[in-house]
Every structure is written in structure tokens, then in C-alpha cells.
């Protein structure tokens, strides 16, 4: 078994020795333990912060542990009545090409494909997707006419709060890096408009882009972005904080300027708290099902940046933090 371990926890960006790749033999299944082949890895923006040595709502990762992140792969032996060979199921598995779990684990779930690609459940019908449906419409609570800004705007989270903003009759407006990016936006997902952060004169650009102001702004990454978004919030808006990106290579992550503090410092700030998408996992099944109806009828578009075998593992995730990835970054391990 192939995984990939963290060995040092990383100062800033990641250098070559933080991650490093072991191979182990697997051992004998026990009772009520079943062995799955990894056949897709998720990599996601929030694996760097589990990195680091510091509190937050999620434990980090031991140093010498297999780096964390959910997969979906394929039962291959089970010795649970539980769990039967062919059973695809996503699992929080880890870098690694093969996982035993033990029947009684929690956020294993069997997928139901039906013509769904297997990896869409880590993407938009998978954790992502659920963090911009229930972001956006349980905090951002968007009414019909107004508008919705999302920044990282083709990434999984992005593409999902902007096609659900548009769904509910809102004016979606992203912000993504890139003169191609942007377009694959409003031409294909199919927001109004796309501002290329990179280009300059982001506050200008926004502001047309937002005739009538901003009414939700879904937070991704925080810094400039937050702050040019900062000046056109409109009086009663909201801003569920799902996560900063910009800030996740700092080398004190406890120094950055937040959008808490960039928020807080305003006259009339949003209505805005930090979220966790397991807040509603008790819907996990039902909003899987959802997303994954959207996606199988081609209402739901989505696109994907897909790394072969787990030694590129660590490349393409230094690539997603800096936006190499073009929608949902994944690593194809196995078929
Ligand atoms: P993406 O696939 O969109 O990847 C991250 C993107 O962030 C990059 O592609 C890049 O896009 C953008 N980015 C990177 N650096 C900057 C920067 N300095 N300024 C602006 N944009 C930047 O990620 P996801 O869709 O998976 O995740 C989006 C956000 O959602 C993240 O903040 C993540 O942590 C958060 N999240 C939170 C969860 C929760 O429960 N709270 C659960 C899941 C995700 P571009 O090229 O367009 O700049």
C-alpha cells in the first residue's frame, strides 16, 4: 500500500520533505473490518490548514500519519455483513491507494452512481457541493433579485453556490483568476458576470459588475477580495465565511487579516458567521441526492483537474492552493 505521510509540518508553502511517499504491506482484515481499493482522492484547500500545529475545528495531522482526505473507492474484502464486495462507498480514507475500515466507522456512505461519474461524489454532488447548497441557502439565505458574489468562482464550492444562486432567481456575479476562468463561468455555469481578480481594479470592475450592490457574499479567500467586496456590501447582507484560501500558506495563519477583522471593521458589517458543512450532516443523503440528480441531467456543469497516481499527489495540491486547478482538483489512483 502506497500512502502519502506528513513528515514536517510546513512553514508557509510546502517544500519537497513535508509530504513523503511510504509503502507498507496491507495487513489481515479482522472481524468487522473490510478493505477498500482508493480508487479517486479529493484534494482540498482545507487539508493545508490540518497541516499545521494549531487549534481549529478539526484536529491537525500527526506528524507520521497518513495525510487526511476523503476518497471514494471500491470494497475489495469485507468481513462484515455490512460493508459487500463492489460496495462503492466515499470514506475519509487518507492519501493512501488502500484503507481498512471497521464497520462501525462514521462517514462512510455507499454511493448509488447511476450514471453519475464515481468522482463527482468528492466534487459537486460530494463535501464541496454540500458547502455552497447549505452555505449559501441556509446561511446566505439569498432572496430572488439579489445579488450573490462568490469568489474561486469555478472551483467546486464556487460552481455550485453560483448555479444555486441563479436557481433562486439572484443575479450571481463571480470572481475567479483568469481571463479563462471568468468565461467558463458566465458562458458555461452561467453566472451574469465574472471579474478576473487578477487583472486590476477589482473594486471598479465589481462594482459594475453589482449595479444594485452586493446582498450575500459567499466568503472563499479572503485578503484583497474580501476587502474591494468589503465597500459594496449593501445595508442587511449577508456573508456565510466558509473559508479563506488566500491566507492558507501563511507562515503564521494566527497573524492574518481575516474577514472577521476586515467585517468587524466596517460601520455596518454583514450578518456573517464561519460555517462547517457537518453542520448539516444529517442531510447528508438527501442533499447528495439532490446535487447528484442535477448533475446526472446536466442542470449542474461542473469541471475537474485530475492528477494520475498518488506521486502526483502533492504537486497537484501545491498547484490548487495557487489556482493551477480548473474546477475540482482530484487525484485518479485507480479504476
Ligand atoms: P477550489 O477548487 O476553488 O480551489 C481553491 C481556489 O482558490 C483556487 O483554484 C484559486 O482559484 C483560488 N485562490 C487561491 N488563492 C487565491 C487568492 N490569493 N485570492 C483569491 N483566490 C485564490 O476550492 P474549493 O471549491 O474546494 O474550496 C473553496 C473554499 O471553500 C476554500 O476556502 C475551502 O477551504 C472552503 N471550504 C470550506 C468548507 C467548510 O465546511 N467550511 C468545506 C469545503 C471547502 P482562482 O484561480 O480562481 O483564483
Not at 448509488?112 to 459537486?124: K, N, R, S, T
Not at 486590476?200 to 485578503?223: H, M, R, T
Not at 455596518?268 to 442531510?283: I, L, S, Y
Request: with cysteine; glycine share 12%.
Amino acid at each position: 500500500n502506497r500512502s502519502i505521510v506528513l513528515s514536517k509540518r510546513p512553514q508557509g508553502e510546502l517544500q519537497d520533505g513535508d509530504l513523503t511517499l511510504e509503502t507498507n504491506p496491507v495487513r489481515e482484515l479482522k472481524d468487522g473490518e473490510f478493505l477498500i481499493q482508493v480508487l479517486w482522492l479529493s484534494l482540498d484547500p482545507y487539508m493545508r490548514p490540518r497541516m499545521n500545529d494549531t487549534e481549529s475545528y478539526v484536529d491537525p495531522v500527526a506528524i507520521g500519519a497518513v495525510m487526511a482526505g476523503e476518497t471514494v473507492g471500491r470494497v475489495i474484502a469485507s468481513k462484515t455483513p455490512k460493508y459487500s464486495v463492489g460496495d462503492i462507498v466515499t470514506s475519509y480514507s487518507g492519501w493512501q491507494e488502500y484503507y481498512i475500515a471497521n464497520e462501525n466507522e462514521a462517514m462512510i456512505y455507499t454511493v448509488q452512481p447511476d450514471g453519475v461519474p464515481l468522482q463527482a461524489f468528492l466534487g459537486v454532488a460530494g463535501m464541496p457541493g454540500r458547502t455552497g447548497y447549505c452555505g449559501l441557502t441556509y446561511v446566505g439565505k439569498p432572496k430572488a433579485g439579489e445579488t450573490v458574489v462568490v469568489a474561486a468562482a469555478s472551483g467546486p464550492v464556487g460552481t455550485v453556490v453560483g448555479q444555486t444562486a441563479k436557481q433562486l432567481g439572484c443575479r450571481a456575479v463571480g470572481i475567479a483568476g483568469g481571463p479563462e476562468k471568468c468565461r467558463y463561468v458566465v458562458e458555461e455555469l452561467g453566472f451574469d458576470d465574472c471579474i478576473d481578480y487578477k487583472q486590476g481594479n477589482l473594486l471598479e470592475n465589481l462594482k459594475s459588475a453589482c449595479p444594485k450592490g452586493i446582498d450575500v457574499y459567499f466568503e472563499n479567500v479572503g485578503g484583497e477580495v474580501t476587502k474591494a467586496v468589503a465597500q459594496l456590501l449593501n445595508k442587511g447582507s449577508r456573508a456565510p465565511i466558509c473559508g479563506y484560501v488566500s491566507a492558507y500558506n501563511s507562515e503564521d495563519i494566527g497573524k492574518v487579516e481575516t474577514p472577521f477583522h476586515i467585517f468587524g471593521a466596517l460601520a455596518e458589517p454583514p450578518e456573517h458567521r464561519f460555517f462547517v458543512v457537518t453542520e448539516w450532516q444529517d442531510q447528508h443523503q438527501e442533499l447528495t441526492k439532490l446535487l447528484a440528480e442535477q448533475v446526472r441531467s446536466g442542470q449542474l456543469k461542473y469541471r475537474e483537474s485530475v492528477a494520475e497516481g498518488l506521486e502526483n499527489a502533492v504537486d497537484a495540491f501545491k498547484g490548487m492552493l495557487k489556482g493551477k486547478n480548473f474546477g475540482k482538483q482530484l487525484v485518479h489512483i485507480a479504476d
